[in-house]
Every structure is written in structure tokens, then in C-alpha cells.
């Protein structure tokens, strides 16, 4: 069969230009008055596509580091203005009907022209504009493409009201606590040209469920006519009459007249391991619309990361008649069964918050999911597969891709499907805290509409996607979640039913009675908060008692680590302050201030590494207890997503596991170890006690998804390393419980720091799951309870490479050498304990991850670590931030150190 026809080319790339303009000037040309050029606030520039105009600019040396110190003040002249983007190019050969110009990601509002010629206008970020060239196009002629954008519209930040929103422009760009304003402008996503043929493929429906055994592949696909020949039924024994679609009239296809023809949909099935498993040929019905359901004996099921594995099929859709190919299109989805149900002891009113993949409940692991970048139209494929990998290494199962941000490019949704993270999406709306209520404007409604619609009917191909939400913190009330009943709400929810019935739309999160975690009982469905640790006792009475239904945001704050903010921060500003003392803090963070916190727990502290060290202390010392707390009411709590995975810009202190300069933080690998599979956890009241005071200690183990026997070790320890009592404790895990196995007993020790650890070690069936926990940290001492931490010596670090940097195997995707491990034998050869061990890659020329980190070494003890790096690629603004690198190999292999808390503040090694 001949390919005749459909054709795409991809018009990003090389070759594009960029000049500013003052606004309403690149319509005018010339003065009115003198009939001078109006020559424009820039000249022609290179730009990039997708890109955006602030990193252009910055390429072009008209615009300082906007990441570094106050920088971003100076950048905000950029949102208004008008900025025009040019590419010539020869128009390609083609045998089409049709010509289209496709602009996937025009930000935000937008003039095309072709060859001087208005194409059409376009207000939107994330809905297509398709502009028909046919009547303009000469194949082999040169071709002047002119994008002009108008300045950003005055949208709302954080702090606003949610009733006046007007845009669907993505809201955290106007400033919000993790950011700044930092107004995004330009082209964020590809544009193509596509030569269509007398038929083409428009909307497409891929679905998957799981019915006695069969995995069912159901298809539908609708057929636009492009010339003057009808759509008609095929003839044939190896044909089929189109299946009636599930709801016609919501497919959005185009209705059309019909005659005989021969026209037919060939849908191809190819197995995970590539091999073709079967073919159906389909006529479209007299609609234009062609289905089919593909069933699959013995399947290969798709699971959630931890639960199972992710195969995936791949499924090709080729339109065809006698003469030839005139479209085709190729997707991979997995195959299971996606239900939802209500948590156990529910309230009847509760909306179902339990995920059921394959008939196995799903304890949601998750954490949300900002924008990778200010600037996300700058952000490179490498950098999305790096965040979802650290997702799945650091067990997370759910990414929830929050309202105030952007619907995400492809490329992500496509790396959750084969890693196994499910997606939580949500409509662009979010809360402004002088108002929540959801916008009616009439401007705004038909927007959200037509954005909604777009992202409906593309992500929901996407096997990883199992929740949709109206947006982030929507109340009609102060504490009041909104509900069905709001207007807004009720639109999205038939837009949903009408692209995605399969899948549950929330109205908002959190949803519920009640917005934030409260310590009252019964009125708790899903709730947001706190975002703080509360403080010693406050935090684990909170977290403790409470008894929500699901927690889809909380969070505890830390500072970055001193290699990340030694690159947006000038020297003169290192040193540990709190936000009302340094206006280059609070610019990086304000809403974040752990220095008073962090200094009642520790006492004073002078170096910056010290402060950063024992601010990240607390920040996982504080997650661990709220997930911990949450997972021991599986599954009446069903799930866990933390505020927040990353931060779209650099921070010296906030909310984020993984730094803006993807270094994860000691909370990263807490977090990691808390949502292990397998897992034996302590719960606790508070972080001091008295010398000879009684404590009694619940233990408690999960095993997500199986049931188990399990023994746990309990041991408490002072900092030498001596065992000061040890307890065991043994049952049998249910699948779908977490057990309360006994209790700790034991006399606060009198010990010579006054500090005590205590470690879990957990052993199931028989085997060892895991090295022993990263140590629970006790103190007899009064205020700063911490402090003895800070004069902890006699701990001796050893590093030892095991081998040589191996690159990666596995992912045809990746090329030789991007990736790399090694192991390690980590030893501490002292007579001390080494809290909080970890690698950092001395280079700067690589992202890492380690198999094992902030793990505590006491004397004597050794630990394997696996370290992987991965080659930095497509960073932005790299060249200006680099001023703690060294080049230490001649290959640009990855360059390992150790180390551990309080050390580099010890030895001075950083500021």
C-alpha cells in the first residue's frame, strides 16, 4: 500500500527570529505623523521554538539571569510588550487537498500571518489554533511566517480573586509563594504543516478495560473529509460495519453527506513486545465515525508503579482505501481496569477516593506536580524524563498536575504511562485567596470550554490519566469546598462525561465538607494543609489524630542545599537569616521562612550548609510523620500527594522534594523510604522526653498489595552505637491494612549527648526487605531539644568505589554514556555516629540519584550505594550558574563526595 498524502513538518527548530515591540506598533508600521519606521524596543534576535521570549532575550544579552538574586524585578518590562516571532522558510512539496498551519502552543494571545496575509487570531494556551493556508499555499515558494503576540493580559496571582479570573493563561507565572513574577510570552509548543489528504484522521478515542479475563482495546476514530468525495461503507469479507460509538454526539465529528466509496479505518495491534497480534478493517458509519473494540486473550496487564508492571500495546490506525494510504496515527496504551470506590467507613455523601487498578485497591504514593520551569516552552524532553524518574525511584504511584499551573506537553503523560504514574489533572483554575469562587465571567466561560475540551479529548489516550479535577482550591465559601452546584463546575463535569465518562471528575481539591485539616472528627472528606511543620508536640497531635478521607495536599518546608543556592544567590547573601532580614530571601521563598523554627529546635547557627542541613532535617523528619500517620489508616485514608515534587524556579527555601536544579532533597529520600511497598514505621507523640520517663512506642508494618509475615526489629541506640533495648515484633500484613504489630517499651535513656535513636528493621516472609530505617531521632535535653546534634564529632566517613561508571542498560530511548552508576561501600570507621549520609556529584555536569541516601552510619557500619547520573541537558541559564563546579575529569565522568550533617559546617568547606 502507497502512502498518498498526509504529511507533517515540523516548523520548530532553527531559523526562527525575535523582535520586541512597544504595543499596537507591528500593526502600524510607520509614524502616523513623520512616516518613520517604527523601528521597535529590540532588533532581530535568534529565537527558539517552542521557547519563550524571556531566555531569547537572555541568549541575546538583553536580559540579566532573571533566576539569580533580584534579577526577576528587572525582567517584568517583558510581559508588556508586544514580541513578534519570524521564520522563512520554502514551502515543501506536497500532494495534499489541504494545508494546515497547526499551533500547538501560541501564549497567549495571538495574530498569525502568512506572507503578510492575517490568518486569523487566537486567545489560549491550550487549544490549537489550526489556521486552513490552502488558498495561500505555492509549493517551492518562499514563505515569511509572522507570529506578533500581544503583551500578557493582567491576570491574577496568588493573592486575588478567583471570580475575576478572565484567562486561561497559566497563574502561577503572576507570582505565587514557590515563584515569581515571571510572566511567560511566546511560542511554548510545536507548530507544524500538515498536507492532508481527501480524508484524514481527526478526533481519536483509545480506551482499555478488562472483562472476564479479556483485555478489551476499544477504538474511535473520526473520518474528515477534506475534497469532494463522501465517506461510504466498505465492502469486503474482512470488513466490518463501525460499532455505534458511545456518544456521538459528544465525539465532536464532523456530521457529513455520504456516497459509496471504499473508504475503511485498518486498525493494527502490536503487542509489547512489538509483535502484530491482530487487524480489523472498519467502514465509518454514515457519521464519519469508525469503532471497533479489540479483544486481547490472556493480556498483559498495566499496573500503577509498585503494583505491577506497565507493558504497553501499540495501537496504528491507517485510513485507506483501493488506491492507497491517505492517514495514519500510532499511540501506546496499556491495558487494564480502572474503577472507583468509596473508603472504607465512608460517609455515605463522600465521593469515591479509592482507585481500583485491575481489581487491586491502589494506595495513592503521590506528590503534585508545578511546572518544571517559569519558562515551561524552554523546557527539554530530558529534563521531563529525569522529574518522572526520580517520581518512580522515590515510589510515588500519582502525579497530580495542579490548576495553577499549565496542562502539560506530551511528552510527560507519555513518560507516566511507561513508568507507571498515574495522573491527577486538573482544569487551570485555582484559588486567589481574597476570593475562591469560580469565575463566571462571560469572557471566561466559553475559554475554559473550549481549553477543557482540548485537553479532554487528547490526554484521555493516555493509560496513566485516572483522575480529572475543576481545579485547585475552588470554595463557594471560606472552608467550604465548591461543589456540582456551581455553574462553572457543572459545565466541566458534562465536558467530562460527554470526552471521558470512563474516568472520575472531581469538582475541585480538595472536595468535601471542609477545605482544610481540621482536628474535628466525621467532617474530614479530602482536605488541604498544613503546609508547615506545626511544631514539637503540635505536629503529631494534628497529623495523628485526624481522619480525612484522602489528603491531596500538605506539605513541610526546607531550605535548598548550599550547591543549589550558591548558584542563584550572590556571595554577599549566603549566610543563614531570617526572610525580614535579607530582601534576596524573600524574593526566593518568602512564604518559607524556617530560620526561627529551625534555631528553637538547633540553637544558633553561622554557617549557611549547617542552617540548610538541619532545615532539610525537619522537613523529612516532618512528611515522614504525615505519611506514616495517613498510611496507618489504609484505607480508611487512601492516599497521600505532597506538596509539592519540584519548584519552576530556584528557591533558597520551600515546599519541594527536588530542587529547582533537580538535586533531591533529605526529604526526597525519606519520603522514598516512607513509601516503600514494604514498610515498618513508629508512631510517636512528640521528640523529647525526660531522662527515665516510661514510653511506649506503637509499631506498625504495611505491605501495599499482598499480605505477608513480618518481623520487625526494633533497636534504640545512643550516638556510639551502643543498643540500649531491643524488642521484636511479628504478624501476618493483609493486602489492604496497615497492622499494628505492639508496642515499644522502654525508659528514656540517660545518655551522654542526650540524644537517642531508634531503628526498624523489617523482614518479610522470611527475607529482608530493608536495611534499617533511617533513624526515628529522640532528645532528653531541654530547648534547643536539637542542639547536641550540632557537636556530634568522632564519626570518620570512608568512600569506596566499588568498579567503574557503567552506563545504563535497558532503555533503547537513551544513548550510550547519558547515563551512568557506580556503586559504593560507604563505611564509618569512627566512634560516632554519621547522621544523614549523602552523595553529592562535584562536576555539576550531572543530575544524580542514589539507591541510598541521608541514611545514618553508626560506628562500625557499612552500606552499599548505588549513585546514578545523568548528563545535564537543556538547563536553562546554565552558563551563569555554575560557580561551584569543577571539571575534576578529563572524560567529564562523574565526580562522587560523601557527606554527612554538620560536616561541611564543621570544616568550612561552604559559607
Known sequence: MTTMNAMEWNLGGDGWELKGFWPWVPLKGTSMEIGNELMGVTDWMPATVPGGVHHDLYRAGLLANPYRDLNSLHAEWVENRWWVYRKRFQAPVHAGVTMQLICRGLDYEAMVYWNGVLLGEHKGMYEAAAFDVTDHYRAEEDVELLVVFKQAPDEMGQIGRTSETFTQKSRFNYKWDFSTRLVNVGIWDDIVLAAKGAYSLGELSVTTDVRDGAGLIRVEAAIERNGNRGIGSAVGTEETRSETPRDAAGSGAKQSDTEAGSIVLIVKLYDPDGRLAQTKRIAPNDAGLAACTLE???????????????????????????????????????????????????????????????????????????????????????????????????????????????????????????????????FIQSSSGIDNEPSKRPEFLPLLACNAAAALKDRRNHVSLTVWSGGNELMSAPNVPSTFADENLAMLRELVRLHDSGRLFLPTSASGPVQYITEERGVSHDVHGHWKYMGNPDHYRIYGQADHLFHSEFGVDGLSGVKSIRKFIGEAHRKPVPMKDSLVWRHHGEWWDTFDRDTSLFGPMTALAQFADCSQWIQAEGLRYILDANRRRKFNNSGSIIWQLNEPWPNVTCTNLVDYYMEPKM?????????????????????????????????????????????????????????????????????????????????????????????????????????????????????????????????????????????????????????????????????????????????????????????????????????????????????????????????????????????????????
Not at 357 to 383: C, F, M, S, W
Open 296 to 426: 486481547v486473550e490472556s493480556p498483559r496487564l498495566w499496573y500503577p508503579s509498585g503494583y505491577g508492571d506497565q507493558p504497553l500495546y501499540r495501537v496504528e490506525l491507517i485510513m485507506a482505501d483501493d488506491a492507497g494510504e491517505y492517514d495514519s496515527r500510532s499511540l501506546r496504551t496499556g491495558i487494564r481496569r480502572l474503577e472507583y470506590i468509596q473508603n472504607e467507613e465512608s460517609p455515605v455523601d463522600a465521593l469515591p477516593y479509592t482507585f481500583v487498578v485491575n481489581g487491586r485497591k491502589i494506595y495513592v504514593k503521590g506528590a503534585n506536580l508545578t511546572p518544571l520551569d517559569h519558562l515551561y516552552g524552554n523546557v527539554a524532553g530530558e529534563r521531563y524524563d529525569w522529574m518522572v524518574r526520580l517520581a518512580q525511584a522515590g515510589n510515588l504511584n500519582l502525579l497530580r498536575i495542579w490548576g495553577g499551573g499549565i496542562i502539560e506537553k506530551k511528552a510527560l503523560y507519555d513518560l507516566c504511562d511507561e513508568l507507571g504514574i498515574l495522573v491527577w489533572q486538573e
Open 667 to 911: 526529604a526526597y529520600y525519606w519520603v522514598r523510604e516512607a513509601f516503600q511497598s514494604r514498610r515498618a514505621s513508629l508512631d510517636y507523640a512528640r521528640l523529647d522526653w525526660s531522662a527515665g520517663e516510661t514510653i511506649s512506642l506503637p509499631v506498625y508494618a504495611a505491605t501495599d498489595g499482598e499480605s505477608a509475615d513480618c518481623l520487625v526489629c526494633a533497636e534504640v541506640v545512643d550516638s556510639a552505637g551502643a543498643i540500649l533495648h531491643g524488642q521484636a515484633f511479628q504478624g501476618c500484613t493483609s493486602a489492604d491494612k496497615t497492622l499494628l504489630l505492639g508496642s515499644l517499651s522502654f525508659q528514656a535513656p540517660e545518655t551522654a549527648d542526650g540524644l537517642f535513636y531508634v531503628r526498624l528493621t523489617l523482614a518479610v516472609n522470611g527475607e529482608e526487605a530493608s536495611g534499617p530505617s533511617a533513624p526515628y531521632i529522640f532528645s532528653t535535653r531541654p530547648d534547643p531539644i536539637f542542639a547536641p546534634a550540632l557537636a556530634i564529632a568522632g564519626g570518620k566517613l570512608e568512600a569506596e568505589a566499588l568498579g567503574e561508571w557503567v552506563p545504563e542498560t535497558g532503555n533503547d530511548d537513551i544513548a550510550d554514556d547519558s547515563v551512568l552508576t557506580r556503586e559504593y561501600v560507604v563505611k564509618n570507621t569512627g566512634d560516632r555516629v554519621l547522621l544523614h549520609v549523602y552523595p553529592t556529584e562535584r562536576t555539576d555536569l550531572y543530575w544524580t540519584m542514589a539507591s541510598d541516601a541521608y541514611f545514618s552510619l553508626f560506628p562500625g557500619e557499612e552500606r552499599v550505594v548505588r549513585v546514578t547520573c545523568r548528563k545535564r541537558t537543556g538547563e536553562l541559564f546554565a552558563d551563569a550558574s555554575s560557580d561551584d563546579a569543577h571539571a575534576l575529569d578529563a572524560q567529564e565522568r562523574p565526580h562522587i563526595d560523601f557527606h554527612y550533617f554538620n560536616a561541611a559546617a564543621a570544616a568550612n568547606t561552604y559559607p
